[in-house]
């Protein structure tokens, strides 16, 4: 059952439940504040294979499996799994999951992936179309610097604005019934696009739809910020959050007190070098997956709304001088 608040909103009569999680990281996640909470670490950004690709196929190959055995469940209990990554035409996610034998949908929603595929996920359940399903993505900071900037090898210098592409995957399994975190409202974000055209300012060019959804949440649903232990945006790094944090200001609104974004998050900023924060798929899939949902599970926390942030742009689209059209999709998460 589900009931439809405005346009964009759907509050969930029939919550989604979280009934297992994983989170995959590398090397510079394993050095940053939030190492302990992830499943499995990897020093070797290869992950044991030959190419930067075949390991963010590993990455995704890990996380699912970690999932499924911390939920004691099997390959075949999976009625879909519902995955993408940044990569072109998502290879990372079908040569990572074409052994598993699961139906399979393929999205991209770039860096916003993870609440498309929890939201997704949500309504499939939420609907009866599913009894348990997967929803997981991946990035990795070597695949996505070749892609859509420079290869790393090539050592070009990083603005101030730029961010750090997080080597990391994020998994959960939601089903319709179970005792974890519920899913109990979804909100799916609309194209904005502010004229943004710098690839190496993803949070200026995002902070604008994460704005966009969130007040679009806020009014469907009657709360605010204030309603949450924490509203968290992703990967939106420290320029994005603070023009975020501006826009509500001029509506009156205060964010200051519970906000943060989880390319803050992610790493030790200063002593990483990283820049304006974090970035990627697996940057909120695996703070979601990792710190989040232990931290609701430990009852630190009981109730966040959970807003990933996504650039639609292509090489191409970038090559050919067009600006970055962005979308975040938003999920109240409560005990």
Same mark, same amino acid.
């Given at each position: 059952?589900?009931?439809?608040?405005?346009?964009?909103?759907?509050?969930?009569?029939?919550?989604?439940?979280?009934?297992?999680?994983?989170?995959?990281?590398?090397?510079?996640?394993?050095?940053?504040?939030?190492?302990?909470?992830?499943?499995?670490?990897?020093?070797?950004?290869?992950?044991?294979?030959?190419?930067?690709?075949?390991?963010?196929?590993?990455?995704?190959?890990?996380?699912?499996?970690?999932?499924?055995?911390?939920?004691?469940?099997?390959?075949?209990?999976?009625?879909?799994?519902?995955?993408?990554?940044?990569?072109?035409?998502?290879?990372?996610?079908?040569?990572?999951?074409?052994?598993?034998?699961?139906?399979?949908?393929?999205?991209?929603?770039?860096?916003?992936?993870?609440?498309?595929?929890?939201?997704?996920?949500?309504?499939?359940?939420?609907?009866?179309?599913?009894?348990?399903?997967?929803?997981?993505?991946?990035?990795?900071?070597?695949?996505?610097?070749?892609?859509?900037?420079?290869?790393?090898?090539?050592?070009?210098?990083? =603005?101030? =604005?730029?961010?750090?592409?997080? =080597?990391?995957?994020?998994?959960?399994?939601?089903?319709?019934?179970?005792?974890?975190?519920?899913?109990?409202?979804?909100?799916?974000?609309?194209?904005?696009?502010?004229?943004?055209?710098?690839?190496?300012?993803?949070?200026?060019?995002?902070?604008?739809?994460?704005?966009?959804?969130?007040?679009?949440?806020?009014?469907?649903?009657?709360?605010?910020?204030?309603?949450?232990?924490?509203?968290?945006?992703?990967?939106?790094?420290?320029?994005?959050?603070?023009?975020?944090?501006?826009?509500?200001?001029?509506?009156?609104?205060?964010?200051?007190?519970?906000?943060?974004?989880?390319?803050?998050?992610?790493?030790?900023?200063?002593?990483?070098?990283?820049?304006?924060?974090?970035?990627?798929?697996?940057?909120?899939?695996?703070?979601?997956?990792?710190?989040?949902?232990?931290?609701?599970?430990?009852?630190?926390?009981?109730?966040?709304?959970?807003?990933?942030?996504?650039?639609?742009?292509?090489?191409?689209?970038?090559?050919?001088?067009?600006?970055?059209?962005?979308?975040?999709?938003?999920?109240?998460?409560?005990?």
């Amino acid at each position: 059952m589900q009931k439809r608040l405005g346009r964009q909103t759907v509050a969930l009569e029939k919550p989604a439940v979280i009934l297992a999680h994983a989170a995959v990281g590398g090397k510079q996640e394993g050095e940053g504040p939030l190492a302990g909470y992830f499943d499995y670490l990897c020093e070797d950004s290869f992950f044991g294979e030959e190419t930067w690709e075949k390991a963010e196929s590993t990455m995704q190959k890990i996380a699912l499996s970690r999932t499924l055995e911390k939920g004691g469940f099997s390959p075949g209990q999976l009625d879909y799994v519902l995955a993408g990554d940044l990569l072109n035409q998502c290879i990372g996610t079908s040569f990572g999951l074409r052994d598993f034998n699961i139906p399979f949908y393929g999205l991209y929603g770039a860096c916003s992936t993870m609440g498309e595929s929890l939201a997704l996920g949500s309504l499939l359940i939420a609907g009866g179309f599913a009894q348990r399903l997967a929803a997981m993505t991946s990035s990795h900071f070597c695949t996505a610097e070749r892609q859509y900037r420079m290869p790393v090898p090539y050592g070009n210098q990083r =603005t101030p =604005t730029a961010q750090w592409t997080a =080597t990391a995957s994020g998994c959960v399994i939601l089903g319709d019934e179970g005792t974890g975190p519920r899913i109990t409202a979804v909100t799916c974000g609309k194209i904005v696009d502010k004229g943004i055209s710098d690839v190496n300012n993803m949070g200026a060019a995002m902070a604008p739809a994460a704005y966009d959804t969130l007040a679009a949440h806020f009014q469907a649903t009657g709360t605010g910020p204030e309603d949450y232990d924490l509203v968290l945006t992703g990967d939106l790094g420290v320029l994005g959050h603070q023009i975020v944090t501006e826009f509500f200001q001029q509506d009156g609104v205060d964010m200051s007190k519970n906000y943060q974004d989880c390319g803050m998050l992610l790493y030790d900023i200063q002593k990483q070098d990283m820049h304006a924060g974090a970035s990627g798929c697996g940057c909120a899939a695996s703070v979601l997956c990792g710190y989040l949902l232990r931290q609701m599970e430990a009852n630190h926390l009981k109730k966040i709304l959970f807003a990933p942030t996504g650039a639609l742009l292509s090489p191409t689209s970038s090559f050919q001088g067009e600006s970055i059209p962005s979308i975040c999709h938003a999920l109240t998460i409560e005990k």
